[in-house]
């Protein structure tokens, strides 16, 4: 059974650099075929996907956020990282790691629990 | 990118039957056979219902099916439960590794 765990600040000051970790277990992202993904979730809104990356580090991005996010992975240490800068209050919004696949085409079949970040002064 | 539409609200009765649409363009749920479902309960992770339109992971009941006509994706819910109320997302491969999703629909066991 995959698991995935968020881990990173809950509180963001306005401007800074948003930074999550997720960490996977009871499987393996050098295992391929799969994406590893963020998706973010607007208080009482819809799901938001911000991009995804491969275990061999290739990268995919939603276009409205391109130009700020980055999604890095340690395939080492099993996990993927989101830095999200220059954040405002409009990214105040529950974030969750994930896996998508077997293909970048595939379901988002494991989800973390989500973390709440929350940026404000 | 433009959200897929979704019915903001639906509801039926137990036992009843509804159908939740997803409306998108050509270039994405009118283009791609790669569309999923998803079930979100509050507070909770959003949990995998049906991928490539009409499949069901291991473990989700045969109430839940999908289909898709032209632009137009739905989710239908047979014999509804009480657990089924929810909110409810469709997504949609968009082309070059994206994914998009709609806006959710909140549906309510009368």
């Known amino acids: 059974q995959v698991q995935l765990q968020e881990s990173g600040p809950g509180l963001v000051k306005p401007s800074q650099t948003l930074s999550l970790t997720c960490t996977v277990s009871g499987g393996s992202i050098n295992s391929g075929g799969y994406y590893w993904s963020w998706i973010r979730q607007h208080p009482g809104k819809g799901l938001e996907w911000i991009g995804s990356i491969y275990y061999s580090g290739r990268t995919y991005y939603n276009p409205s956020l391109k130009s700020r996010v980055t999604i890095s992975v340690d395939t080492s240490t099993e996990q993927f990282s989101l830095n999200l800068t220059s954040v405002t209050a409009a990214d105040t919004a529950v974030y969750y790691c994930?896996?998508?696949?077997?293909?970048?085409?595939?379901?988002?079949?494991?989800w973390g629990q989500g973390t709440l970040v929350t940026v404000s002064s | 990118q433009s959200a897929l539409t979704q019915p903001r609200s639906v509801s039926g009765s137990p036992g009843q039957s509804v159908t939740i649409s997803c409306t998108g363009t050509s270039s994405d749920v009118g283009y791609y056979n790669f569309v999923s479902w998803y079930q979100q309960h509050p507070g909770k992770a959003p949990k995998l219902l049906i991928y490539d339109v009409n499949k069901r992971p291991s473990g989700v009941p045969d109430r839940f099916s999908g289909s898709k006509s032209g632009n137009t994706a739905s989710l239908t819910i047979s014999g509804l439960q009480a657990e089924d109320e929810a909110d409810y997302y469709c997504c949609s491969y968009a082309g070059n590794y994206t994914l998009i999703f709609g806006g959710g629909t909140k549906q309510t066991v009368l």
């Open positions: 994930a896996r998508r696949g077997p293909g970048a085409r595939g379901g988002i079949d494991y």
